[in-house]
């Protein structure tokens, strides 16, 4: 099992900046690829940012492409999401997910924490 917990959701203004956090425990973090989800008011979830597990495969959604970067760092256990130039259709609860497996984590992931809601004002 693997435990996640987001933090770093609010309320920032158009063109502005947030950067989310990922906090796990349990099984080996650095075993496991990180994924960011995002879910806005009456649509379905969608994929955003997902991270291999030693960093050096990433790959964006393209409405977050030049705008968003995935990171993480496994001496901490913890995976980020940094939002530059904020849109209002960014507006949603973002959630951090886990798997053994970067190829489909985009499609199924195993690990699911319960999301920070992400407010972008116009």
Not at 6 to 19: N, T
Not at 86 to 99: G, I, P, Q
């Amino acid at each position: 099992q693997v435990q996640l917990v987001e933090s770093g959701g609010g309320l920032v203004e158009a063109g502005g900046s947030l950067r989310l956090s990922c906090a796990a425990s349990g099984r080996t973090f650095s075993g496991h690829a990180m994924a960011w989800f995002r879910q806005a008011p009456g649509s379905e979830r969608e994929f955003v940012a997902a991270i291999g597990w030693n960093g050096g495969t990433r790959f964006y959604a393209d409405s977050v492409t030049g705008r968003f970067i995935i990171s993480r760092d496994n001496t901490k256990s913890t995976a980020s999401l940094q939002m530059n130039n904020l849109k209002t259709e960014d507006t949603a609860v973002y959630y951090c997910a886990a798997d053994s497996r970067l190829s489909t984590i985009r499609i199924k992931a195993s690990y699911w924490g319960k999301g920070t809601l992400v407010t972008v004002s116009s």
